[in-house]
Protein backbone atom coordinates (compact mmCIF):
# COMPACT_ATOMS: atom_id res chain seq x y z
CA UNK A 1 0.00 0.00 0.00
CA UNK A 2 3.02 2.49 0.27
CA UNK A 3 3.94 2.39 -3.59
CA UNK A 4 0.38 4.24 -2.97
CA UNK A 5 1.78 7.53 -1.52
CA UNK A 6 3.21 9.05 -4.48
CA UNK A 7 -0.08 9.86 -5.38
CA UNK A 8 -0.06 11.89 -2.43
CA UNK A 9 3.64 13.23 -2.14
CA UNK A 10 3.60 14.83 -5.81
CA UNK A 11 6.82 16.21 -7.10
CA UNK A 12 8.12 15.61 -3.19
CA UNK A 13 8.50 12.00 -3.51
CA UNK A 14 11.71 12.66 -5.16
CA UNK A 15 12.48 14.38 -1.65
CA UNK A 16 11.67 11.21 0.21
CA UNK A 17 13.70 8.91 -2.09
CA UNK A 18 16.99 11.32 -1.55
CA UNK A 19 16.32 10.83 2.18
CA UNK A 20 15.84 7.30 2.39
CA UNK A 21 19.01 7.13 -0.15
CA UNK A 22 21.27 9.51 2.50
CA UNK A 23 20.89 6.59 4.73
CA UNK A 24 22.15 3.93 3.18
CA UNK A 25 25.51 3.14 3.88
CA UNK A 26 28.92 2.61 1.93
CA UNK A 27 28.92 -0.83 3.66
CA UNK A 28 25.39 -1.69 2.37
CA UNK A 29 23.18 -1.29 5.39
CA UNK A 30 20.60 1.66 6.15
CA UNK A 31 22.07 3.56 9.28
CA UNK A 32 19.67 3.71 12.54
CA UNK A 33 19.72 6.69 14.71
CA UNK A 34 22.89 6.45 15.87
CA UNK A 35 24.20 6.09 12.28
CA UNK A 36 25.52 2.64 12.26
CA UNK A 37 23.81 -0.17 9.97
CA UNK A 38 20.90 -2.16 11.27
CA UNK A 39 18.97 -5.01 9.97
CA UNK A 40 15.81 -3.40 11.66
CA UNK A 41 16.29 -0.25 9.63
CA UNK A 42 17.48 -1.18 6.05
CA UNK A 43 13.86 -3.28 6.26
CA UNK A 44 12.40 -0.15 6.07
CA UNK A 45 14.98 1.52 3.95
CA UNK A 46 14.38 -1.05 1.63
CA UNK A 47 10.71 -0.99 1.30
CA UNK A 48 10.44 2.73 1.55
CA UNK A 49 12.38 3.09 -2.05
CA UNK A 50 11.06 -0.17 -3.88
CA UNK A 51 7.40 1.79 -2.29
CA UNK A 52 8.96 4.75 -4.16
CA UNK A 53 10.12 2.70 -7.45
CA UNK A 54 13.13 3.58 -6.66
CA UNK A 55 16.44 1.43 -8.14
CA UNK A 56 18.60 -0.17 -5.20
CA UNK A 57 21.73 -1.35 -5.11
CA UNK A 58 20.94 -4.61 -4.20
CA UNK A 59 24.41 -6.46 -4.66
CA UNK A 60 26.18 -4.16 -1.82
CA UNK A 61 22.84 -4.90 0.39
CA UNK A 62 22.97 -8.39 -0.37
CA UNK A 63 27.16 -8.95 0.49
CA UNK A 64 25.99 -6.53 3.70
CA UNK A 65 23.06 -9.04 4.43
CA UNK A 66 24.90 -12.34 3.66
CA UNK A 67 27.38 -11.45 6.46
CA UNK A 68 24.39 -12.33 9.12
CA UNK A 69 24.33 -15.92 7.34
CA UNK A 70 21.24 -18.04 8.71
CA UNK A 71 20.58 -15.33 11.40
CA UNK A 72 21.67 -17.55 14.60
CA UNK A 73 23.28 -14.64 16.50
CA UNK A 74 20.62 -12.20 16.10
CA UNK A 75 18.05 -11.78 18.45
CA UNK A 76 14.19 -12.31 17.46
CA UNK A 77 13.65 -8.82 15.89
CA UNK A 78 16.43 -8.74 13.67
CA UNK A 79 16.08 -12.44 12.46
CA UNK A 80 12.54 -11.60 11.08
CA UNK A 81 14.27 -8.12 9.67
CA UNK A 82 16.74 -10.88 8.14
CA UNK A 83 14.01 -12.53 6.35
CA UNK A 84 12.09 -9.67 5.35
CA UNK A 85 15.16 -7.98 4.11
CA UNK A 86 16.09 -10.73 1.56
CA UNK A 87 12.34 -11.29 0.58
CA UNK A 88 12.24 -7.69 -0.33
CA UNK A 89 15.75 -7.90 -1.89
CA UNK A 90 15.77 -11.10 -3.63
CA UNK A 91 13.29 -14.05 -2.65
CA UNK A 92 15.32 -16.44 -4.45
CA UNK A 93 18.44 -15.63 -2.55
CA UNK A 94 18.81 -18.09 0.12
CA UNK A 95 18.82 -21.83 -0.27
CA UNK A 96 16.26 -24.10 1.08
CA UNK A 97 18.76 -25.18 4.26
CA UNK A 98 19.38 -21.54 4.98
CA UNK A 99 15.85 -20.78 5.16
CA UNK A 100 14.84 -23.57 7.54
CA UNK A 101 17.90 -22.68 9.51
CA UNK A 102 16.42 -19.40 9.90
CA UNK A 103 13.12 -21.03 10.66
CA UNK A 104 14.63 -22.90 13.84
CA UNK A 105 16.03 -20.14 15.18
CA UNK A 106 12.51 -18.64 14.97
CA UNK A 107 11.31 -21.70 16.59
CA UNK A 108 12.94 -20.71 20.35
CA UNK A 109 10.99 -17.89 20.42
CA UNK A 110 8.03 -19.92 20.24
CA UNK A 111 6.48 -18.87 23.94
CA UNK A 112 3.76 -21.19 24.76
CA UNK A 113 1.52 -21.46 21.47
CA UNK A 114 2.88 -18.24 20.10
CA UNK A 115 5.87 -16.21 19.73
CA UNK A 116 7.77 -13.82 22.29
CA UNK A 117 10.98 -11.14 21.08
CA UNK A 118 12.58 -12.46 24.47
CA UNK A 119 12.95 -16.60 24.47
CA UNK A 120 11.83 -18.46 27.54
CA UNK A 121 8.54 -16.56 27.94
CA UNK A 122 5.29 -18.78 28.77
CA UNK A 123 2.92 -16.00 26.96
CA UNK A 124 3.57 -14.81 23.26
CA UNK A 125 3.06 -11.13 22.20
CA UNK A 126 0.89 -9.90 19.43
CA UNK A 127 3.97 -8.47 17.75
CA UNK A 128 6.04 -11.42 18.38
CA UNK A 129 3.09 -13.54 16.50
CA UNK A 130 2.70 -10.82 13.73
CA UNK A 131 6.73 -10.89 12.81
CA UNK A 132 6.94 -14.19 13.40
CA UNK A 133 4.07 -15.54 10.99
CA UNK A 134 5.18 -12.65 8.28
CA UNK A 135 9.04 -14.05 9.04
CA UNK A 136 7.60 -17.67 8.13
CA UNK A 137 5.66 -16.02 5.20
CA UNK A 138 8.64 -14.39 4.18
CA UNK A 139 10.73 -17.66 4.21
CA UNK A 140 8.12 -19.18 2.01
CA UNK A 141 7.37 -21.97 4.33
CA UNK A 142 4.43 -22.69 6.70
CA UNK A 143 3.82 -21.50 10.06
CA UNK A 144 4.26 -23.90 12.88
CA UNK A 145 0.96 -24.92 14.81
CA UNK A 146 -1.21 -22.04 13.42
CA UNK A 147 -4.28 -22.82 15.68
CA UNK A 148 -1.90 -22.40 18.92
CA UNK A 149 -0.73 -18.80 17.67
CA UNK A 150 -4.25 -18.11 17.22
CA UNK A 151 -5.10 -19.29 20.61
CA UNK A 152 -2.46 -17.30 21.95
CA UNK A 153 -3.28 -14.38 20.20
CA UNK A 154 -7.27 -15.20 21.01
CA UNK A 155 -6.54 -15.03 24.92
CA UNK A 156 -4.09 -11.26 24.05
CA UNK A 157 -7.75 -10.36 23.29
CA UNK A 158 -8.95 -7.50 25.87
CA UNK A 159 -12.87 -7.02 27.35
CA UNK A 160 -13.24 -3.80 25.70
CA UNK A 161 -12.41 -5.07 22.10
CA UNK A 162 -8.80 -3.97 21.37
CA UNK A 163 -5.94 -5.88 21.93
CA UNK A 164 -2.86 -5.81 24.77
CA UNK A 165 0.48 -6.98 23.17
CA UNK A 166 1.10 -8.83 26.40
CA UNK A 167 -1.00 -10.45 28.56
CA UNK A 168 0.73 -9.30 32.16
CA UNK A 169 -0.10 -5.58 30.75
CA UNK A 170 -3.99 -5.64 30.46
CA UNK A 171 -3.86 -2.29 28.33
CA UNK A 172 -5.53 -2.25 25.29
CA UNK A 173 -3.55 -0.73 22.43
CA UNK A 174 -3.66 0.84 18.98
CA UNK A 175 -0.10 -0.88 17.68
CA UNK A 176 -1.40 -4.41 19.25
CA UNK A 177 -4.94 -4.10 17.85
CA UNK A 178 -3.46 -3.15 14.33
CA UNK A 179 -1.15 -6.04 14.55
CA UNK A 180 -3.72 -8.68 15.62
CA UNK A 181 -6.43 -7.15 12.21
CA UNK A 182 -2.78 -7.42 9.90
CA UNK A 183 -2.24 -11.18 11.16
CA UNK A 184 -5.90 -12.28 11.50
CA UNK A 185 -6.49 -11.33 8.04
CA UNK A 186 -3.09 -12.67 6.65
CA UNK A 187 -3.86 -15.77 8.28
CA UNK A 188 -8.00 -15.68 6.91
CA UNK A 189 -9.08 -15.62 10.95
CA UNK A 190 -12.41 -14.66 11.86
CA UNK A 191 -12.02 -10.53 13.45
CA UNK A 192 -14.39 -9.62 16.08
CA UNK A 193 -16.21 -6.91 14.56
CA UNK A 194 -15.91 -4.77 18.36
CA UNK A 195 -11.94 -4.59 17.32
CA UNK A 196 -12.68 -2.01 14.62
CA UNK A 197 -14.40 0.08 17.08
CA UNK A 198 -12.64 -0.02 19.86
CA UNK A 199 -9.66 0.81 17.12
CA UNK A 200 -11.00 3.93 15.55
CA UNK A 201 -11.76 5.00 19.31
CA UNK A 202 -8.27 5.60 19.31
CA UNK A 203 -8.42 8.44 16.61
CA UNK A 204 -8.47 12.16 17.85
CA UNK A 205 -11.25 14.08 15.55
CA UNK A 206 -8.94 16.42 14.16
CA UNK A 207 -5.41 14.49 13.44
CA UNK A 208 -4.10 10.59 14.36
CA UNK A 209 -4.53 8.13 16.22
CA UNK A 210 -3.09 7.51 19.74
CA UNK A 211 -1.13 4.58 20.84
CA UNK A 212 -4.09 4.48 23.56
CA UNK A 213 -7.16 6.41 24.17
CA UNK A 214 -5.62 8.59 27.11
CA UNK A 215 -2.42 9.21 25.10
CA UNK A 216 -1.69 12.56 25.54
CA UNK A 217 -0.71 12.96 21.37
CA UNK A 218 -1.05 10.83 18.58
CA UNK A 219 2.27 9.36 16.77
CA UNK A 220 2.81 8.21 13.35
CA UNK A 221 3.60 4.21 13.71
CA UNK A 222 0.07 3.89 15.64
CA UNK A 223 -1.74 6.02 12.58
CA UNK A 224 0.05 4.16 10.05
CA UNK A 225 -0.54 0.96 11.53
CA UNK A 226 -4.09 1.56 12.47
CA UNK A 227 -4.92 2.87 8.88
CA UNK A 228 -3.22 -0.45 7.42
CA UNK A 229 -5.28 -2.71 9.69
CA UNK A 230 -8.14 -0.69 9.60
CA UNK A 231 -7.94 -0.93 5.39
CA UNK A 232 -7.39 -4.38 5.72
CA UNK A 233 -10.56 -5.18 7.49
CA UNK A 234 -12.71 -2.79 4.86
CA UNK A 235 -13.17 -0.08 6.74
CA UNK A 236 -13.81 3.29 4.28
CA UNK A 237 -11.13 5.59 5.13
CA UNK A 238 -12.97 8.61 3.49
CA UNK A 239 -14.53 10.40 6.45
CA UNK A 240 -10.93 10.83 8.13
CA UNK A 241 -9.19 10.99 5.51
CA UNK A 242 -8.80 14.60 5.35
CA UNK A 243 -7.64 14.96 9.24
CA UNK A 244 -5.58 11.81 8.73
CA UNK A 245 -3.83 13.60 5.63
CA UNK A 246 -2.84 16.93 7.46
CA UNK A 247 -1.60 14.91 10.84
CA UNK A 248 0.74 13.06 8.43
CA UNK A 249 1.68 16.18 6.74
CA UNK A 250 2.66 18.01 10.36
CA UNK A 251 5.21 15.39 10.82
CA UNK A 252 6.77 16.20 7.36
CA UNK A 253 9.98 17.89 7.01
CA UNK A 254 12.00 19.22 3.84
CA UNK A 255 14.56 16.93 4.30
CA UNK A 256 12.17 14.16 2.61
CA UNK A 257 11.56 12.72 6.18
CA UNK A 258 8.92 12.04 8.43
CA UNK A 259 8.85 12.57 12.32
CA UNK A 260 7.63 9.79 14.65
CA UNK A 261 4.89 12.70 16.67
CA UNK A 262 5.52 16.46 16.95
CA UNK A 263 7.95 16.11 19.65
CA UNK A 264 10.47 14.25 18.06
CA UNK A 265 13.28 15.88 16.02
CA UNK A 266 14.88 13.05 14.46
CA UNK A 267 14.53 11.66 11.30
CA UNK A 268 15.09 7.79 10.55
CA UNK A 269 14.14 5.62 8.05
CA UNK A 270 11.04 3.72 9.63
CA UNK A 271 8.83 6.71 10.30
CA UNK A 272 9.72 7.98 7.03
CA UNK A 273 8.10 4.34 5.63
CA UNK A 274 5.35 4.53 8.35
CA UNK A 275 4.71 8.09 6.31
CA UNK A 276 4.37 6.38 3.14
CA UNK A 277 2.16 3.80 4.26
CA UNK A 278 -0.32 6.22 5.49
CA UNK A 279 -0.52 8.27 2.48
CA UNK A 280 -0.62 5.21 0.41
CA UNK A 281 -3.88 3.88 2.58
CA UNK A 282 -5.39 7.95 2.59
CA UNK A 283 -4.37 8.26 -1.21
CA UNK A 284 -7.83 5.93 -2.22
Known amino acids: MARLAPKVLGESADLVAAFLRSR ?10 EGKADLYYTVFGIEGLLALRQDLPKDSIAAWLRQFGDGRKLDFVHLCCLARSWAALDPSALSLDTRQALAAHLEFHRSGTGYHPAPGRDQGSAYGCLLACAAYEDLALPVPDPTGVKACMDDLLCEDGGWTN ?28 TSISWLMNCRQPDSGFLAF ?31 SLDFVDSLWNAEGGFHGNWTDHTLDCEYTYYGLLALGHLSL
Open 166 to 193: EKKILLANAPGTAAALALYRRMHWDLPA
Open 24 to 33: LLDEGGFMNR
Open 213 to 243: PKAPIPDLLSTAVALHGLSGAGVDLGAIKEP
